[in-house]
């Protein structure tokens, strides 16, 4: 059973877990980037609103920083480029 991607996941790989429970880069520079600014948009409201949720935003800058995303990890999905596997 082949899977079609939107034209913009056109370099997504949906790969096997790894054997090694070592944590790989699985993210591309475009969604640590998007991760990144999330990540500090949330921790920015919160310090602006005080609005204690909004402190959830340490999990996806601390991903987008190291290039792990646990829900890629679940889902099988790697956009990482190929050969920079190491976070």
């Not at 699985?26 to 949720?53: D, E, H, P």
């Not at 340490?58 to 790697?78: D, K, Q, R, T």
């Amino acid at each position: 059973m082949e899977v079609r991607l939107p034209l913009f996941l056109d370099d997504v790989s949906i790969t096997e877990q790894p054997e090694d429970n070592a944590m790989k880069c699985n993210m591309g520079g475009a969604q640590r980037a998007i991760w990144i600014v999330a990540g500090l948009a949330l921790i920015g409201w919160a310090l602006y609103s005080g609005a204690w949720w909004g402190w959830i935003g340490v999990v996806p800058l601390a991903s987008g920083l190291v290039g792990f995303c646990g829900i890629n990890a679940i889902l099988g999905i790697n956009t990482c480029k190929t050969g920079s596997q190491d976070a």
